[in-house]
Nanobody, 114 residues
């Protein structure tokens, strides 16, 4: 059974930084993409950043230059380094894995507030 477990969320002041981690366990086949999504209250879940197995990345425009997605040294771990955080970054952040199936983590809350 594949499991994705996020960690690293919390409360941070505007301009601060957080690093989210996603630990992936279980048996899965070829990875097509790994990504971070977020969902703010009353809004749909949107893509934040994605990374392909070859290392290519893409970001939603609102986080370009502030967030960085990476796998670290293992395909079983996904990170999201978030710098210069803004109140509008407040949301539940979800880790996502696409193989022949789609897998989601349970989410971690990020709150940016003074």
């Amino acid at each position: 059974q594949v499991q994705l477990v996020e960690s690293g969320g919390g409360l941070v002041q505007p301009g601060g930084s957080l690093r989210l981690s996603c630990a992936v366990s279980g048996s899965f086949g070829e990875i097509y993409v790994m990504a971070w999504y977020r969902q703010a209250p009353g809004k749909q879940r949107d893509l934040v950043a994605a990374v392909a197995p070859g290392g290519s990345t893409r970001y939603t425009d609102s986080v370009k230059g502030r967030f960085s997605i990476s796998n670290g040294n293992s395909k079983n771990t996904l990170y999201l380094q978030m710098n210069s955080l803004k109140p509008e970054d407040t949301a539940v952040y979800y880790c996502y894995l696409r193989t022949s199936r789609d897998y989601w983590g349970q989410g971690t809350q990020v709150t940016v507030s003074s």
